[in-house]
C-alpha cells in the first residue's frame, strides 16, 4: 500500500479530523511523508481540510 494510500486508509476511518502529525502516529509513517501525501490528496480532491491543519475525507 502506498503512503497515500495509508494516510487516506487513516482519514477514512477517523470520524474526526486529523492533525499530520496524528496521522503519522496512526500509521506509523514519518510526519513529512504523511505531509507530501497530504497535499497529494488535497490536490486530487480527495481530502479537505475543515479548519486549519486539520484533515479529513471528501464525503
Same mark, same amino acid.
Request: charged share 40%.
Given at each position: 500500500m #502506498? =503512503?497515500?494510500d495509508s494516510v487516506y486508509e /487513516?482519514? $477514512?476511518k477517523? $470520524? @474526526?479530523p486529523m $492533525? /499530520?502529525?496524528e496521522i503519522s502516529e496512526l500509521t506509523g &509513517? @514519518? $510526519?513529512k511523508e504523511v505531509d507530501k501525501a497530504i497535499k497529494q490528496l488535497k490536490? @486530487?480532491?480527495k &481530502? =479537505? #481540510?475543515p479548519k486549519r491543519c486539520y484533515y479529513s475525507v471528501n464525503e
Open positions: #502506498s =503512503t497515500n /487513516a482519514l $477514512k477517523s $470520524k @474526526e $492533525k /499530520a502529525g &509513517i @514519518e $510526519k490536490q @486530487e480532491d &481530502i =479537505t #481540510s
